[in-house]
């Protein structure tokens, strides 16, 4: 049976941190080693770029340490190819042929693309760059040029996967059967908290524990987490459901050191820094594998830009074939 293909991505604006890994990369490394994908994972630096054209430098150095993640938590690049966004030209052609099938009200109605406006503020003031308002259309350009058919995204990512949807079945009907319809799928991973408790864990917010973090960061950053505020000393009767330490425990500790967690601070029988201390074992114990494959890679820069020139060539590969049967569906194929 043709292994189905995956296309997924992250922007390298940042070292990838705990809730990316609980949120995609660990959905990422079992749909890798079930055997049953083609997985593609593609480092943004493109779409990077449409929120931070103001700071190359950012982005140039975000790439290898974004791969040194993805190796560094499993990701296999025998099994799934690794690639840089930029490094296919075809991308960016698909990406002004596609920009004709979509409307700038459908761009800015995106939820996605307007939650991020809204964010952004700062970066746009009052307009917004035609570059940004556009990722999605080369987001689409993205997954369409590997012929991806599944795209495991997040919440946030679905409206990014429906305009796809819409540009490929607008292509299709107008120059004919050529382009794939992808599939977004769910990761059924949540999008973990911050540890000040935000719904949302990012390097802006200051919240994260980065998969590179050292031993010493986590206990830092562990002992900053935000508990139940009506505990103030060890024997109140504590509440977990509204601790980020009982939270974590429950990603990293396990099932039955975790009852006890929750039983002994609802009893008031934990003191908070103990209790931390505790989990930070526990995440290090977690992120002791990951930070010692990260060393291996970081000792040898070249073996990951060997990994990236081997991913990029196959990937462009494909969307070489791609580009040529839309230029010749297009009759754009003037000399074939
Ligand atoms: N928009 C994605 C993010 O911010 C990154 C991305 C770029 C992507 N191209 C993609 C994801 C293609 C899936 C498929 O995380």
Redesign the pocket.
Known sequence: MEKKRI?????PTGRLHIGHYFGSLKNRVEMQNTGEYDPYI?V?DV?ALTDNFNNPEKVRKNVREVVMDYLSVGIDPEKTTIYI?SMLPEVAELTVFYSNLVTIARLERNPTVKTEIAQKRELFGESVTYGFLG?PV??AA??TALE?KI?P?GED?LP??EQCREIVRKFNSIYGEVLVEPEAVLSKEKRIKGLDGNEKMGKSLGNAIYLSDSEEEVNKKVMSAVTDPNRIKKDDLGNPDICMVSYYHNLFTDKDEYKTVCEECRAGKRGCVACKKQLAKNINKTLEPIREKRKYYEERPELVDEILIKGTEKARETAKETMKKVKKAMKLDYFE
Request: no cysteine; glycine share 10%.
């Open positions: 296309v997924t991505g992250d922007r593609l943004a779409q966004q990722y080369s987001q993205d997954i991806g795209v995204v990512q990014l996967i």
